[in-house]
């Protein structure tokens, strides 16, 4: 795929984005529904049933309904995106996904006038998910995008990884991937997309908006409360490996900083 | 029963087989780091196992008191090595964070400074010191009552301690909970209910 595709390896630092291997991407994860611990995904999300998945897209749109996945990615080629990905909790990974532009997904659904954002919301399977049995935190996870991201052409379903299905721990059958911003904003295994008017809730920004906000844009220079975010930790690297500096909007800065123009992002972090 | 197991533990040495044990421990999961055997975040790994390994050393320590109280079971000749153990693995945790996941010693001062979670730490850290600097014969001979009264600095230390786990976490997870609950149960073991309680029941009569 061409070099000139958004989000491959454009970035202020021009280096050549380098992806993790398969088995670091899906073995270090964070999917609380399978339990807090970065292998409990892997451990556990076997038990995850993507049988017969469906799609509710309901709210502000023309054709609302329930999806299958290759319905609501009818005509549409799932392409390979080299992102970076960033955690909350300050490491790093280089992920190649296969996923299909956002926009071209919610574009036929018919955006009526009065969207201003999207809402997702995770499946919740409690007789297979160890972690919502133990309710760790509030299910289903919710997230959501402010229109103009979720239309913003680095902003994927994704439904692959290295050019395989979505493994279960990595979000199965389909995720979202907005690589501008914290990970925990790249919702997993969608069961329910709505265009809505007011700033839907996102999950952790409940638990917790002093530590979470709705934007969460990877920013070096608003700290998470307990701990900084001026670096970050690449994973794969070794016991002995340099962190490095994180950059602005994740490394998409020319990309997406227009999004947010005017505004303070110390307030809307 | 109870004097069988005594009588087991007597024979068993006080020390070596403790510090021996850790140390390889310590040793082998260092080297399971290096080598790619803890997963693609290996400092993350090894700082949690030392941490966590600390953690379960201060309650083995702090339940030794109640153990010989409620069971007969003692492992008081143990207790110096349980310790001294317990400190080297907050070393190691500490010397971990500091070394191989912060990197800068700038940015070591300014995460005890700015971060809770990480100034309690650092908190119980300096408690114990104090503690493992005197745990050795001279220093009990020439403190005398003091060392006793000195080596209560580990109940807070282990409050501390599991206070920086209850924080350092997201969501809720049981784990830190269970560990400050041991903690607070063990000491709340030491004290004497009966006699604290009795003057408060007694006067509140009137």
């Known amino acids: ?269 | 029963m109870v004097q069988t197991i005594n009588g087991w533990l007597r024979k068993v040495p006080a020390s070596w087989p403790l510090y021996i044990g850790v140390s390889f421990w310590a040793g082998w999961v260092f080297y399971r780091g290096a080598t790619g055997a803890l997963g693609p975040n290996p400092v993350e790994a090894l700082e949690h196992e030392y941490g966590q390994l600390a953690i379960k050393l201060l309650i083995l320590g702090l339940a030794v008191t109640p153990l010989r109280k409620w069971t007969g079971i003692t492992l008081l000749r143990f207790r110096r090595a349980i310790g001294v153990s317990a400190f080297f693995l907050v070393l190691a945790h500490f010397t971990v964070w500091a070394v191989l996941d912060v990197q800068r010693l700038a940015g070591v001062w300014a995460d005890i400074v700015k971060r809770p979670y990480i100034t309690i730490g650092m908190a119980a850290l300096l408690l114990l010191i104090p503690l493992g600097v005197t745990s050795n014969n001279w220093s009990i001979r020439k403190l005398g009552r003091r060392w006793r009264v000195l080596h209560r600095l580990v109940y807070p230390a282990a409050i501390l301690a599991a206070l920086h786990y209850v924080w350092l976490v997201k969501g809720f997870e049981l784990e830190p909970y269970i560990y400050m609950a041991v903690i607070l149960v063990l000491l709340a073991a030491r004290v004497d209910w009966s006699r604290r309680l009795a003057p408060i029941f007694g006067t509140s009569r009137a």
């Open chain 1, 1 to 269: 795929l061409g070099m000139g595709m958004p989000g491959r390896a454009e970035a202020q630092d021009n280096e050549e984005l380098v992806p993790n291997s398969f088995e670091d991407l899906t073995s270090y994860n964070n999917y609380y529904e399978f339990g807090t611990g970065k292998r409990d995904p892997a451990d556990n999300a076997a038990a995850l049933d993507t049988s017969d998945w469906t799609i509710t897209v309901d709210g502000l749109v023309d054709n609302p309904g329930q999806y299958t996945v290759s319905e609501l990615l009818d005509g549409l080629t799932p392409e390979e995106r080299i992102y970076r990905f960033r955690c909350v909790e300050a490491w790093s990974a280089v992920v190649p996904w296969n996923g299909v532009e956002l926009a071209d997904v919610l574009a036929p659904l018919g955006i009526q006038d009065g969207a201003r954002y999207v809402a997702f919301e995770t499946v919740v399977q409690p007789e297979n998910m160890i972690g919502v049995r133990r309710q760790v935190i509030p299910f289903p996870y919710v997230e959501g995008l402010r229109l103009d991201e979720a239309m913003h052409p680095l902003t994927l379903l994704a439904t692959g990884l290295y050019g395989e299905p979505m493994p279960n721990q990595n979000g199965a059958p389909i995720r979202l991937v907005v690589p501008w911003k914290y990970g925990f904003k790249s919702i997993k295994s969608i069961v329910r997309i709505s265009l809505v008017e007011e700033e839907p809730p996102a999950t952790w920004n409940v638990i917790n908006a002093r530590e979470y906000g709705f934007y969460s844009n990877v920013n070096p220079n608003v700290s998470h409360p307990r701990w900084s975010q001026a670096e970050e930790r690449e994973i794969g690297g070794g016991l002995f490996a340099a962190k490095k500096p994180t950059l602005m909007f994740n490394g998409y800065e020319d990309e997406v900083a227009s999004l947010y123009d005017g505004m303070d992002l110390q307030e809307f972090f």
